[in-house]
């Protein structure tokens, strides 16, 4: 089974949490601090991998986790940082967001990476919250928080010819004789329901063609197979238009051209500007002097295109199309660059400015706070420490939170919440 579209959720590692430690030593009532910091989690990685094909592995497993990184221990000692998570995807594999809709990278070559999710940071041990005023500190800094999101995986299919033509024009079958691939083949419509791909050998190079699922009128909008397979064509540099010039099916072999060139250019623009070959098949059913085939003839040879009668049955003039396909080619691939790869950076950190945000509202006669940076300060505050619970007043004092609150009406003895928590507000 051919699978090219997936939905993961992956989420990275948290942080370890800093420790709360305090030397212990002979002779020394009140050693000082030497809690060590937590580690870090572990990150969510993609890398492309020439052993991949399909993304069969990700209709069985669908969420995937990192390793969090260990809280950090007495006497200075760090936490281990947490192992990152490698997920192998083929060549080809496109990487969306789910919740934007962007597209994160396209992985398109082997070795090809990206961090989708990046580890918390290990949160500081209590040795690094010492100064002249605070000689032992009784909190540390909890570890970063994971991150976790749903992404969508989108394999195109990479090859540098693709065969393009109405169900039934002879694909599959030149694609077999022309390459060593095995697809199947029926004289019913769409035989082809999965993608096909077969390496061809000629003179010194090779180059790897791809039997593209039939194309009807209204594919453009999902008709048919549609979608499914006309996003294959993009990754192409030159497209071998077959058409079956005999009309076995009483079509008229221009307009049969005519309408795939138009779902072409209909779903993407790009993919007319395609270089195309036109493959006219099952010439052993007609002469070359039939007048559906000189009118396919003399219609794609005015628009600049070459035309090669072939009967793919009887790998008859297949030497010939696929020897002008590698000269073209050839210099196709020297003048041709890759496109860059399109990518963003998705993650949300402390270099963020959203993340070190603290937001104020109320809640009835409740007032609230909210922010990433102040739900991790909070979260390795020490409500039993006079020096720690100073340290969670003074962020929210610099972050102008409290002169908010003050101005949407809190008076001492008011109520204010952070998370789950909710304290009476004392002025200085």
């Known amino acids: 089974m051919f699978v090219d579209r997936a939905k993961i959720v992956v989420k990275s590692g948290k942080g370890g949490d800093g420790c709360v430690s305090f030397r212990r030593e002979p002779y020394v009532p009140e050693g000082g601090p030497d809690g060590g910091d937590g580690g870090k989690g572990g990150d969510v990685i993609f890398v492309a991998d020439n052993h991949l094909r399909t993304l069969m592995d990700f209709r069985y497993k669908r969420k995937y986790e990192a390793e969090n990184g260990q809280n950090g221990m007495s006497k200075k000692r ?19 967001d789910e919740a934007s809709g962007r597209t994160i990278k396209d992985l398109l070559r082997d070795g090809d990476r990206v961090v989708v999710a990046r580890g918390g940071k290990g949160g500081k041990g209590n040795v690094n919250f010492k100064t002249p005023v605070r000689q032992a500190p009784n ?4 570890g970063g928080f994971p991150k976790e999101r749903a992404v969508l995986l989108e394999l195109k299919l990479i090859a540098d010819v693709g065969l393009v033509g109405f169900p039934n024009a002879g694909k599959s079958t030149l694609l077999s004789v ?6 199947k083949i029926a004289a019913y419509h769409f035989t082809t329901i999965t993608p096909n791909l077969g390496v061809v050998q000629i003179f010194d190079t090779s180059f790897v063609m791809a039997d593209i699922a039939g194309i009807i009128e209204g594919a453009h909008a999902g008709a048919g197979l549609g ?28 307009d049969d051209f005519n309408k795939i060139n138009r779902e072409l250019k209909l779903y993407s623009a790009k993919l007319s500007e395609k270089p195309q070959i036109v493959a006219a098949n099952k010439m052993d059913l007609v002469s070359k002097d039939d007048k559906n085939y000189a009118s396919l003839q003399k219609h794609a040879e005015g628009k600049g295109l070459k035309v090669f009668p072939v009967s793919a049955q009887l790998n008859m003039g297949v030497h010939e199309l696929l020897a002008e396909t590698a000269a073209q080619l ?19 950190d402390e270099r963020d400015q959203n993340y070190r945000q603290v937001s104020a509202f109320r809640d009835g006669e409740v007032f609230v706070l909210e922010g990433k940076q102040l739900e991790k300060i909070f979260n390795s505050t020490n409500f039993n420490d006079t020096g720690s619970l100073r340290y969670l007043y003074k962020y929210v004092e610099r972050s102008g939170a ?7 009406g809190l008076e001492e003895g008011g109520t204010v919440r952070i998370k789950d928590f909710e304290f009476e507000y004392v002025e200085d």
Not at 139 to 142: D, G, V
Not at 178 to 183: E, F, L, N
């Open 402 to 408: 409290l002169e908010k609150l003050k101005g949407m």
């Open 227 to 254: 979608h499914e397979f006309l996003k294959h064509i993009e990754r192409t540099k030159l497209l071998i238009h077959v058409v079956d010039a005999a009309g076995t099916e009483e079509r008229d072999p221009v």
């Open 330 to 348: 050839d210099r196709l691939r020297k003048t041709q660059q890759d496109e860059p790869f399109e990518a963003f950076d998705i993650d949300i």
């Open 78 to 96: 760090f936490g281990r940082n947490g192992e990152n998570l490698v997920i192998k995807v083929p060549p080809g594999t496109v990487l969306i």
């Open 178 to 183: 022309s390459t060593s691939a095995k697809p």
């Open 139 to 142: 909190f540390a800094e909890a």
